[in-house]
């Protein structure tokens, strides 16, 4: 099943259900589904998002819905929202790097010998078309496609066989990074340092855009391989308007699969309905191009998973923040 997050005719966040891509709206679901009244409410509904037994009400109330006559509309005809936001996460966004071998061996790495985990906030999660602030202080920032996978069932130190039975959904998402805060040299000036950490780099404001479509687990296989890309779209230059290719990777050369990742993490950190797993990102990034390819004001960057979807979103400068006031 596919979920897919948005905002209704009223300006209320609901999700829908996508059928052949088009979306029987949580309006319908309620109405002519049977589904309790505001239990489509993103926030107030995510349980239904979550739990196993009522994804089952959900595909139930779907069928009863279309038997019923009702209507399918096109998701463009709705402002998209993050699929997972900040007032519906349990308070963790776990992040992943250098969890494939393309991107390793890119950045002149070697391969890690376990999981290299840090963290993101809910301020960084941002929807599909909502602007990626480029914060003062930094120049260098850079797109990295990532599949996210959403628990949905409490894993406490749980091995690798349980693990896919704590899985509500994934997610596409766009780890953003200030690669001078970071530290990468190639994005370093002269007498430049990055932060010794990666907390300001990973985690600013706007830094996680999340698509709007939530995927469960029967729809899809990431260790079968699901191909990620994203696309740079820059706003001057040669290929002005144009979409660039940056990263074309597959969920195959993950080093740590999903499994392994849950268990890892839940030894020490309890996953709770609704955090993120955030799972690394395939080669080709810019900061590790010749010369070096950043995202600059004006920029829109694109990334997209097969079976997915998208997450699409304009690069602004923070004197151009349309929040800076708010």
């Known amino acids: 099943m596919r979920l897919y997050a948005y ?10 259900v996508l059928v052949a891509d088009r979306l029987l709206t949580g309006t319908q679901l309620e109405r002519r589904g049977g589904l309790g009244r505001g239990s489509t409410r993103l926030g107030i509904g995510l349980h239904v998002q979550l739990d196993p037994r009522w994804r089952r009400h959900i595909e139930s109330a779907a069928r009863r819905a279309l038997r019923r006559g ?31 071998g393309g991107h390793a061996r890119e950045g002149g790495r070697a391969l890690p010998e376990h999981p290299l985990l840090f963290a993101k906030f809910a301020n960084a999660i941002v929807g599909d078309g909502d602007a ?55 994005a370093l000036r002269e007498g430049e340092k990055g932060d010794g950490q990666w907390l300001r780099a990973k985690g600013s404001d706007t830094f996680l855009p999340v698509g709007p479509a939530f995927v469960t687990p029967d729809e899809l296989d990431p260790v079968g391989g ?14 002005a308007g144009t979409p660039v290719l940056m990263q074309d990777g597959n969920t195959a050369d993950m080093l740590f699969r999903i499994p392994s990742l849950i268990s890892y993490i839940s030894r020490q950190i309890t996953l709770d309905p609704g955090d993120l797993i955030v799972t ?18 004006g920029d829109r960057v694109r990334c997209e998973i097969e079976g997915i979807g998208a997450v699409d979103n304009p690069i602004v400068d923070w004197t151009d923040d349309p929040r800076r006031d708010a």
């Open 70 to 100: 009702a209507p399918l509309v096109d998701p463009g005809a709705r402002r998209p929202l993050a699929a997972i936001d900040g007032s519906g996460l349990a308070g963790k966004i776990v992040c992943v790097g250098l969890n494939y």
């Open 226 to 239: 699901l191909q990620l890309r994203s696309w740079r779209i820059p706003a001057s230059g040669p290929d």
């Open 7 to 16: 905002e209704d005719r009223s300006g209320d966040p609901r999700f829908g």
């Open 280 to 297: 690394g990102t395939p080669e080709g990034v810019g900061v590790f191009r010749h010369p070096p390819v950043f995202l600059e004001p």
């Open 132 to 186: 990626v602030v480029r914060p003062p202080g930094t120049r260098a920032l850079d797109l990295e496609v990532e599949l996210g996978v959403v628990i949905g069932v409490r894993a406490r130190r749980v091995d690798e066989a349980q693990a896919p039975d704590h899985i509500a959904g994934y997610v596409v998402v766009n780890d953003v990074s200030a690669r001078d805060w970071q530290g990468n040299p190639q």
